[in-house]
């Protein structure tokens, strides 16, 4: 393991500075995490504030002239080290934020911050009384705000690639636009030959299982696997994510629902992945911008691989299963693996994309991926949005939403300041999970056998050696690159949902 330069003064007076902006946005985070953890509802409106200071705090202190002047000093540094020194791509990846944070002013930030806070609170409150005019003025100064974002970063070919560089850096619009094409025209045929099936029986997943029952055993799995509780733990929320406040201190959150057994289970292993990725970054780039996961996409993909490529396959179960059916004796010991199997793999054409399955899951992204082009563009009014929602689901999935809450209310995305930039990492991690899994098999043929026999460490391993320790230090084409010998490609999630979906669906 490579340890970061300890004797450059410039890079250490560096260090010292980013550290201290690390602390301040970890705090920032804590707050946020209690916020949609723990903090009473009355907490709401000055918890909003304090996290607007604190960014606005980081900001400043980020584009303070004096980083500038040491990423100048340490250029001669940089250009003598190799690229992929740890020295060297520190300071490379802080020139690239740098480059971008000083385009932005700090007051813009906080202001951004604030209405994030206050427009969750309003779709918080919408969402349920389905009253989507009530959510509209929030959502149209999101998206004023994120048009003022994208005009700070002038010269872009889409007003949207900005916001998706942000999130996914070296993406562009027209690129994502051509890969979900690609993808679209592949998965289209096999979900129309999956829907004129009949649909798979899950009335088993649908009985009642207790909450506390349900959190105890998804804890127990995601230890198996091996997330360290050490170094996490795990909470209740609205809206399940992950969050970390440092390397040895990853959490993730779930939400239960009796009548559900995908929510929980699924959930907990899918924060798990993302988890495991920031759990499993080098310990030296602790405080620096380099210990973070490097892409939405790449984020994206460990997740998914741990929730699909693993915790939906049937040699999964067949480890796991006799455990799930000794914790739930009376709603399952008459439900063989086969019916559980297929249960948990149900195809079907539905409203919610949280809830969607692997095969028309893609189809929701793309949906709101296009939305919000045509907003960004100003094609689309933020007016007409339910009823443009509505025309796609209609058109792309053959649902029609009853109301807005299950409809263009369903994701926080767009209530949290963002339109643009976020749902397109959700594809992108889906096509680099099949891709990276395949890698890995290629490697590890094994490992299919030992994950049958409840054996997670050929795997793990080797996405903390390939993927996970490098932090930020590669983009996301350089790790695919690297870890796969190619560039991005459809090709690999297409086998695996052919060959997956083919044999339960016999295609
Ligand atoms: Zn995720």
């Not at 934020?97 to 309003?122: C, I, N, W």
Request: negative net charge; contains cysteine.
């Amino acid at each position: 393991m490579q340890t970061l330069d300890k004797t450059h003064p410039k890079l250490q007076e560096l260090k010292t500075r980013l550290t201290e902006i690390d602390d301040i946005n970890s705090a920032s985070s804590l707050l946020y995490w209690d916020q949609a953890t723990y903090m009473p509802p009355g907490g709401a409106a000055a918890r909003g504030r304090q996290m607007a200071t604190l960014r606005q705090i980081a900001h400043t202190k980020f584009s303070d002239p004096a980083i500038a002047q040491l990423l100048e000093d340490l250029r001669p540094y940089e250009e003598s080290l190799p690229y992929d020194s740890d020295e060297a791509s520190l300071i490379r990846v802080v020139r690239r934020s740098y480059e971008r944070a000083v385009r932005v002013p700090a007051d813009f930030m906080a202001k951004m911050s604030l209405h994030r806070t206050q427009s969750y609170g309003a779709w918080a409150k919408a969402r349920p009384e389905n009253n989507f005019a009530a959510v509209q003025p929030y959502l149209e100064k999101t998206l004023d705000l994120c048009r003022d974002y994208a005009s700070f970063f002038s010269g872009y070919e889409h007003i949207a690639d900005p916001l998706i560089d942000g999130a996914d850096y070296g993406m562009k619009a027209s690129t994502v636009r051509s890969l979900f094409a690609e993808l679209r025209q592949e998965l289209v045929p096999i979900v129309n030959a999956i829907a004129s099936q009949p649909i798979a029986d899950d009335s088993c997943l649908h009985q009642t299982f207790p909450e506390d029952e349900q959190l105890a055993f998804s804890l127990k799995v995601i230890e198996q696997i091996g997330y360290d509780f050490q170094r996490g733990r795990q909470d209740k929320t609205l809206h399940p994510f992950m969050t970390n406040f440092s390397i040895g201190d990853v959490r993730i959150t779930t939400r239960v629902r009796e009548n559900d057994l995908n929510e929980a289970l699924f959930s907990t292993i899918h924060e798990m992945g993302h988890a495991l990725y920031e759990q499993g970054i080098n310990p030296e780039y602790e405080g620096t911008p380099l210990a973070t996961g490097t892409s939405s996409g790449v984020h994206e993909s460990q997740s998914r691989l741990w929730e699909n490529q693993v915790g939906r396959s049937r040699n999964f179960w067949k480890f796991c299963y006799p455990q799930l059916q000794a914790a739930f004796p009376n709603q399952l010991s008459n439900v063989p693996l086969e019916t559980f199997y297929r249960a948990i793999n149900k195809v079907e054409r539905s409203l919610i994309r949280t809830d969607a399955d692997e095969v028309t899951y893609n189809l929701h992204v793309m949906i709101r991926f296009d939305l919000e082009l045509a907003l960004l563009e100003g094609n689309l009014a933020v007016r007409d949005l339910p009823e443009a929602w509505n025309e796609r689901y209609r058109s792309d999935l053959g649902v029609v939403p009853p109301n807005d809450s299950v409809g263009v209310m369903q994701d926080v995305h767009w209530y949290t300041g963002s339109i643009g930039g976020m749902f397109q990492g959700y594809t992108l991690g889906n096509m680099m999970s099949a891709q990276f899994f395949e890698a890995a098999l290629k490697a590890n043929p094994q490992i299919p056998t030992e994950i049958e026999q409840g054996k997670f460490s050929t795997l793990h391993n080797w996405l903390r050696e390939n993927i996970y320790q490098h932090g930020q230090k590669y983009t996301a084409a350089e790790i695919i690159e690297r870890v796969t010998g190619n560039c991005l490609s459809i090709n690999p999630l297409i086998r695996y949902i052919q060959q997956k979906y083919g044999e339960i669906y016999a295609l």
